[in-house]
């Protein structure tokens, strides 16, 4: 049974960053960071698979950056150009299902798709 343990989530100023991490105790086919703000559903904000292939949700797009460290078992995601927008919980979420590359395209960022979930890490941006 995979655990996840999360990292690095803090409170800063608009146009700061942040780098997240989450390390994972066993093997997994892919891995995301997911927020959520009080009152809002659960959104998917960028999903990694083992090969590489990173998919982002278009408010994120060229400023937070996901990537892992295979070895280390270890997903980061940087965060810059913060906004207060990007307030929230973030967690990491984890699956050992493999998939396609065309369904990882399509759903590798719902909530749903993921099984194993982390504590979760505060991000405020003021």
């Known amino acids: 049974h995979v655990q996840l343990v999360e990292s690095g989530g803090d409170s800063v100023q608009a146009g700061g960053s942040l780098r997240l991490s989450c390390t994972a105790s066993?093997?997994?086919?892919?891995m995301g960071w997911f927020r959520q703000a009080p009152g809002e559903e659960r959104e998917g904000v960028a999903a990694?698979?083992?090969?590489?292939?990173?998919s982002y949700v278009d408010s994120v797009k060229g400023r937070f950056t996901i990537s892992k460290d295979n070895a280390a078992n270890t997903l980061y995601l940087q965060m810059n150009s913060l906004k207060p927008e990007d307030t929230a919980m973030y967690y990491c979420?984890?699956?050992?299902?493999?998939?396609?590359?065309?369904?990882?395209?399509?759903?590798?960022?719902?909530?749903?798709?993921?099984?194993?979930w982390g504590q979760g890490t505060q991000v405020t941006v003021s």
């Open positions: 990694m698979t083992r090969d590489g292939v990173r």
């Open positions: 979420a984890a699956s050992s299902a493999a998939v396609e590359l065309w369904w990882f395209v399509l759903h590798g960022r719902e909530p749903r798709e993921y099984s194993v």
């Open positions: 066993g093997y997994t086919s892919r």
